[in-house]
């Protein structure tokens, strides 16, 4: 079973029939107990940074989702959801993210005016270290982007794969056991549910 944590921001339907495609029993949940006690936990995330931050502080979902990080549960966090895993988000504003990582979420900025934000549409991820979510995947996999923020780790050894648009930006990052996806796997097709066939795979960590 998988975990998906609604907290009232975005169209989740998608995600939920991509992982049911792959086998998954699905729970939505705003409650904290349910989150606490999950075996997969899946942030989704649409939108601005403060404001997903900002609802998931109010419905008292934040430590919850830490406890199983914390613990070494499999989490996976998806657009917004994987820019909260930072320490901080700038979109309207400064708000403080979850700090499992180090590192900013920032506009994205061009001299360059070709480059269209947000970037919308299919783009390669390169892999900079193996990882069990990303086995299997044929070197120059694309995936689906739709974002006009990026994540800046601090930490070059969270990211696990970069994509580039103008400049390389983090497009998958991890620590441990919690996961971020810049990208759509639920709309990136073949390679986005190997992705999540790949991380139901995953187990607790000590």
């Not at 309207?92 to 934000?117: C, M, N, T, W």
């Not at 120059?140 to 050894?157: I, L, N, Q, T």
Request: charged share 15%; glycine share 12%.
């Amino acid at each position: 079973m998988v975990t998906v944590v609604d907290y009232g921001i975005g169209n989740l339907r998608s995600l939920e029939k991509a992982l049911e495609h792959i086998g998954a029993t699905v729970h939505r949940t705003d409650s904290p107990n349910d989150i606490v006690k999950a075996t997969h936990l899946v942030l989704p995330g649409v939108g601005a940074f403060g404001a997903c931050i900002n609802e998931v502080r109010r419905r008292g979902l934040e430590q919850p989702i830490l406890s199983v990080i914390d613990r070494g549960g499999p989490f996976l966090g998806v657009c917004v959801g994987m820019q909260m895993l930072f320490t901080v988000g700038l979109e309207r504003g400064e708000h403080a993210g979850l700090g499992v990582l180090s590192g900013r979420v920032i506009p994205f900025a061009y001299q360059d005016s070709s480059y269209k934000v947000p970037h919308m549409g299919w783009n390669v991820i390169s892999p900079r270290f193996a990882s069990p979510l990303l086995a299997g995947l044929a070197q120059a996999s694309r995936c689906y982007f739709v974002h006009s923020f990026h994540a800046e780790a601090s930490d070059s050894g969270d990211v696990l794969a970069t994509t580039e648009y103008g400049y390389v930006f983090p497009a998958v990052v991890a620590r441990g056991n919690a996961f971020g996806v810049q990208f759509h796997p639920e709309k990136s097709q073949r390679v986005g549910l190997r992705i999540l066939e790949n991380f139901m795979r995953i187990q607790d960590s000590p």
